[in-house]
Nanobody, 121 residues
Framework: QVQLVESGGGLVQPGGSLRLSCAVS????????MGWYRQAPGKERELVAG???????NYADSVKGRFTISGDNAKNTAYLQMNSLKPEDTAVYYC???????????????WGQGTQVTVSS
């Protein structure tokens, strides 16, 4: 059974930094892509940043220049470094992964449980 476990959320003052981690565990062949989404109260879930195997990344316009997504293939872990945080970054952040199963060409999408990020003074 595949699990995505996020960590690193918390309360931070405006202008501060946080680093989120998402570790993938369980039985799978390879990670095709990973991403971070967020959902603020009363709003739809939105893509924050994504990374595909090979290292290509993409970002929401609202976080470009402030957030950096990276991956450690050896640890099956993705990170989201968040700098210059703003109150509007407050949300539950969810990890997402596209994984190819063992002995399969099917790519399955998985979600983590979410971690709260609150930016407030």
């Amino acid at each position: 059974q595949v699990q995505l476990v996020e960590s690193g959320g918390g309360l931070v003052q405006p202008g501060g930094s946080l680093r989120l981690s998402c570790a993938v565990s369980g039985s799978f062949f390879t990670i095709y892509a990973m991403g971070w989404y967020r959902q603020a109260p009363g709003k739809e879930r939105e893509l924050v940043a994504g990374i595909i195997s090979g290292g290509r990344t993409n970002y929401a316009d609202s976080v470009k220049g402030r957030f950096t997504i990276s991956g450690d293939n050896a640890k099956n872990t993705a990170y989201l470094q968040m700098n210059s945080l703003k109150p509007e970054d407050t949300a539950v952040y969810y990890c997402n992964a596209d994984l190819m199963g063992v002995g399969s060409i099917t790519v399955t999408n998985y979600w983590g449980q979410g971690t709260q990020v609150t930016v407030s003074s």
